[in-house]
C-alpha cells in the first residue's frame, strides 16, 4: 500500500485506482483532511456521488458553484467504473482548469491510462493506485497499514507473526489490527506478545499445524488436520498457495543453515519471530528435506495451484492424495 501521506500539496484532484478497497478508501480520508482541513468534520462540505448517478451536468453544476455554507467543498465521485467514457471525457475538459474552491476525488478500480481524464488528472492533479500486496508482501503491508490508519509501529518480525497465524486475508488482518488497537494504549507499538496474548489463542490455529506437520512429514497427523480443513470448506488452492509459502521459507532455512548459519542468525536475517521459530520447530522442518527436494516440491506446488483452479481434481481422495505427494 502506497504511503497516503505523500498527497501532494496544492492538489485539488485526486483519483485513487487499484483493487485495494481499504488502501484507497484510507487515502481517500487522507486527502480530505489535508485538502479540508478544520471543515473535514463538516458533512455540509462533502458532496458523495455513486456510480451510475455521476453525470456530467450534475457534477459540472456541483463543481462550479460555490457553495453557500463553507468555503470549501469536496465532491467524491465512488464507483466511477460506471461512469461513461463521454461523461469522463466531459468531466476531463471540465478539469483542465481547477477550482480552488472546489476539489474532485475519484475513486475506481481501473483508469484508462490513454484516456483524456487521466492525461488531465495526471497534468493537474494526482493519480494514486493501490493494488492488493502478493502473498510475500503482506507483513510490509500491515507495518505500513498499522503506522498509516493507527499512528502505531508493527515490526517486520510482529507483521509476520500476524501474517502467519491469520493468513492472506485482508480484510481479517485489518479487523485484528483494529482489535489491537483498541486494546493498546494510545501511541503503543503493536509487539509481538501483544500478538501472543491477545490474537493467537483465539485463532483457529488448522492451517499453522498443518504447516507445520507437513513440514516435519507427519503424515498422519498432517492427513487428518487436511480432511478437517476440507470438511470446514477450505478451498483447497488456498491451501496449496498457503503451504507453497510455507515451504519457500523452510528452503531459505536451509540453505541458511548449511551455510553455517545459527538459528539466532536465520531468525534474525528472515525476520521471523523468535517465538514461532522455535515454537513450530522451524530448523526441524527445514531439514526434513535437501535443498534439491525442496525445489522439487515447490515446483510441483505450482503445478498443482494450477490444477486445482482449473477444477482437475474433483473427488475428494485425489485432493488428499495430491497433498500426500509432499510428505
Known amino acids: 500500500m502506497p504511503n497516503v501521506l505523500k498527497i501532494k500539496e496544492n492538489v485539488s484532484i485526486f483519483a485513487f485506482t487499484g483493487n485495494d478497497t ?5 487515502a481517500l480520508q487522507n486527502a480530505l483532511k489535508k485538502w479540508l482541513g478544520p471543515l473535514f468534520k463538516d458533512d455540509l462540505a462533502k458532496e458523495v456521488y455513486y456510480g451510475d448517478e455521476i453525470c456530467f451536468d450534475k457534477i459540472s453544476e456541483a463543481y462550479e458553484t460555490v457553495s453557500m455554507f463553507s468555503e470549501k467543498k469536496a465532491i467524491i ?11 469522463q471525457n466531459q468531466l476531463a475538459d471540465l478539469l483542465k482548469n481547477p477550482n480552488d474552491s472546489s476539489g474532485i476525488f475519484i475513486v475506481t478500480e481501473k483508469l484508462d491510462g490513454r484516456s483524456q481524464l487521466y492525461k488531465t488528472i495526471k497534468k493537474t492533479g494526482q493519480i494514486i493506485d493501490y493494488k492488493l500486496p502478493w ?13 498509516t490508519k493507527y499512528k502505531r509501529s508493527l515490526s517486520s518480525r510482529a507483521a509476520f507473526l500476524l501474517w502467519e497465524y491469520i493468513g492472506d486475508d485482508l480484510k481479517e488482518l485489518e479487523q485484528e489490527l483494529e482489535k489491537l488497537d483498541l486494546y493498546l494504549p494510545d501511541k503503543a507499538p503493536i509487539t509481538e506478545e501483544d500478538i501472543i496474548k491477545l490474537i493467537v ?70 525476520k521471523i519471530s523468535k517465538w514461532i521459530f522455535e515454537k513450530e520447530n522451524y ?12 525445489k522439487k516440491i515447490l515446483i510441483e506446488l505450482s503445478k498443482l495451484e494450477a490444477d486445482f483452479k482449473r477444477g482437475r481434481y474433483s473427488e475428494r481422495f485425489e485432493v488428499e492424495l495430491a497433498f500426500a505427494r509432499f510428505l
Open 22 to 26: 481499504s488502501g484507497k478508501d484510507l
Open 77 to 87: 465521485l465512488k464507483s466511477f467504473d460506471k461512469v461513461p467514457v463521454s461523461s
Open 135 to 147: 502473498s510475500n508482501k503482506i507483513p510490509p503491508w500491515l507495518s505500513n497499514y498499522a503506522s
Open 201 to 270: 489463542p483465539h485463532r483457529n490455529n488448522n492451517i499453522f499445524e498443518f504447516k507445520k506437520r507437513m513440514g516435519l512429514r507427519h503424515k498422519g497427523e498432517a492427513l487428518k488436520i487436511l480432511r478437517s480443513m476440507l470438511d470446514q470448506g477450505d478451498p483447497p488452492f488456498l491451501l496449496t498457495i498457503q503451504l507453497f509459502n510455507h515451504f519457500l521459507q523452510l528452503l531459505n532455512i536451509h540453505m541458511l543453515h548449511q551455510k553455517g548459519l545459527s538459528p539466532i542468525a536465520i531468525y534474525d536475517r528472515l
Open 283 to 294: 530448523l526441524a522442518q527445514a531439514n526434513s528435506r535437501s535443498e534439491k527436494l525442496w
